[in-house]
Nanobody, 123 residues
């Protein structure tokens, strides 16, 4: 059983910072891309940022460029999202996403989602 476990969400004032973590647990063979998405109340889930296996390639939504930074530690099967200069419009549930192979099915990559962590930016 593979799970993506997120942590680090919470309430922060505008201009503040938060760091989210996403750890993949279970019988994992290898992890390819990892990413963060978010969903605000009444809105569709949207892409925030992604990082490839080697961490040499990252992508960001225009709305977070220059404020958010994605990174990963492959030894820990963990991705991080450092969020600075937070705005009220960043308020959402943040979801971790990973493309990975399991030990029991190492022939193909599969998509996994975390359960989400709430980020609220408010004074």
């Amino acid at each position: 059983q593979v799970e993506l476990v997120e942590s680090g969400g919470g309430l922060v004032q505008p201009g503040g910072s938060l760091r989210l973590s996403c750890t993949a647990t279970g019988s994992i063979s290898s992890i390819n891309d990892m990413a963060w998405y978010r969903q605000a109340p009444g809105k569709e889930r949207e892409f925030v940022t992604s990082i490839n296996w080697s961490a040499r390639s990252t992508n960001y939504a225009d709305s977070v460029k220059g404020r958010f930074t994605i990174s990963r530690d492959n030894a820990k099967n963990t991705a991080y999202l450092q969020m600075n200069s937070l705005k009220p419009e960043d308020t959402a549930v943040y979801y971790c996403y990973a493309v990975l192979k399991t030990v029991g099915n190492a022939a193909r990559f599969q998509d996994y989602w975390g359960q989400g962590t709430q980020v609220t930016v408010s004074s």
